[in-house]
C-alpha cells in the first residue's frame, strides 16, 4: 500500500482535515498539528482531537498514512538560548499535539546552526529531537532533509546520519526525504530517483524511511534552493515519481504532495497512485 495525498489545511477544525483529503482522493495526508506562524495556540481540544481520530476512521485513513509537520518557526539547532527555549516549548507541544491526535510521527527540519561549527548546531538538533522524545510518548521524530543554503543542515545523508549519530534514543528517530530538497541539494532524482532510495536504505536500513514528500522543483540540481513544482512541471519530471512510488522502500509511509498548485492534487494523486 502506498499512503498518498497532499500537506491538506486544518482551517476551522483540524478534523476536517481527513475530510479535505479524502475528497481529493488521498491515501494519506499532512497537516499541521496548529497555526505554523504563531508560537503559541490555544490547547488541542480532547473533543477535537477525538473528531479527528474519529473522522480518519471514517474516511478509511491508518494512523501511519497521516504525517504532521512541525512548524518553520522551531529551529532545533538555534545558538540562541531564548529561541532554543521557545522552540523547545513549541516542539513538545506539537509532539503532544501529534500523540494526541493518535499518530505516530512528526515531521521536523534539522534546522540552521547560524554561527560556529555545523558539527555544534547538529549535536543541538540532536539534542532538541531527545528531549522531546524524552517528554512525549509514543511518537517517533522523523528529520527532513534540506536543499541546504547558508547554514542550514541536513542536506546529506552524512549529515543526517551524523545528526543521528547525536541523539540517545535512535530507534525513535527517522527521516523524511523530500524530493526538491534533495534535487536542490545535488542529488539527481530525475536520472537516479531509484539508486538515491537504495543508497538511504543501505546506509539507514528501510525502516528509518518515515515519509516523503513528493515535490518537483523549480530550481535546478545542486542549486542549493527550495521552490516547489507540480508533478511533472518541473526539473524532476513524472518518471522519478513513478520510480518512487514503485520502490519497496516506499511501501506504507506517508508520501505527502506539497506541491503549489491545489487545483492540480486530484490529478498528482490520480497519477501516483496508478502504478
Ligand atoms: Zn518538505
Ligand atoms: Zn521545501
Given at each position: 500500500m502506498r499512503f498518498i495525498g497532499p500537506h491538506v489545511s486544518i482551517k476551522d477544525n483540524i478534523a476536517l482535515s481527513a475530510e479535505r483529503a479524502h475528497e481529493l482522493g488521498a491515501t494519506g495526508f499532512?497537516?499541521?498539528?496548529?497555526?505554523?506562524?504563531?508560537?503559541?495556540?490555544?490547547?488541542?481540544?480532547?473533543?477535537?482531537?477525538?473528531?479527528?481520530?474519529e473522522?480518519?476512521?471514517?474516511?478509511?485513513?491508518?494512523?501511519?498514512?497521516?504525517?504532521?509537520?512541525?512548524?518553520y518557526l522551531i529551529n532545533p539547532a538555534t545558538p540562541d538560548p531564548v529561541l532554543?527555549?521557545?522552540?523547545?516549548?513549541?516542539?513538545?507541544d506539537e509532539a503532544r499535539r501529534t500523540a494526541s491526535l493518535g499518530l505516530n510521527v512528526i515531521n521536523i527540519h534539522p534546522g540552521a546552526?547560524?554561527?560556529?561549527?555545523?558539527?555544534?548546531?547538529?549535536?543541538?538538533?540532536?539534542?532538541?529531537i531527545d528531549e522531546?522524545?524524552?517528554e512525549v510518548d509514543g511518537i517517533k521524530i522523523a528529520i527532513e532533509n534540506t536543499a541546504g543554503a547558508g547554514t542550514i543542515l541536513g542536506s546529506t545523508f552524512e549529515e543526517l546520519d551524523?545528526?543521528?549519530?547525536?541523539?540517545?534514543?535512535?530507534?525513535?528517530?527517522?527521516?523524511t526525504l523530500d524530493t526538491a530538497h534533495l534535487f536542490g541539494a545535488g542529488y539527481n532524482v530525475k536520472e537516479h530517483a531509484g539508486k538515491i532510495l537504495d543508497d538511504f536504505v543501505s546506509r539507514f536500513g528501510g525502516e528509518k524511511l518515515l515519509g516523503m514528500h513528493l515535490n518537483d522543483s523549480k530550481v535546478p540540481l545542486s542549486s542549493h534552493k527550495d521552490r516547489h513544482e507540480s508533478i511533472g512541471l518541473g526539473l524532476i519530471g513524472k518518471e522519478a515519481f513513478l520510480t518512487i512510488v514503485r520502490h519497496r522502500a516506499t511501501e506504507n509511509?506517508?508520501?505527502?504532495?506539497?506541491?503549489p498548485d491545489e487545483t492540480r492534487w486530484k490529478e498528482e494523486i490520480r497519477l501516483l497512485s496508478e502504478f
Open positions: 499532512a497537516i499541521f498539528t496548529k497555526n505554523q506562524r504563531i508560537w503559541s495556540a490555544p490547547a488541542l481540544k480532547e473533543s477535537d482531537a477525538e473528531a479527528f481520530r473522522n480518519l476512521e471514517k474516511y478509511g485513513f491508518s494512523p501511519s498514512s497521516v504525517l504532521p509537520h512541525a512548524g532554543r527555549e521557545k522552540s523547545l516549548n513549541l516542539f513538545i546552526y547560524k554561527e560556529g561549527e555545523a558539527s555544534d548546531g547538529m549535536k543541538r538538533s540532536a539534542g532538541m522531546v522524545l524524552r551524523k545528526i543521528l549519530s547525536y541523539t540517545i534514543q535512535k530507534d525513535r528517530v527517522g527521516f509511509i506517508p508520501l505527502i504532495l506539497e506541491t
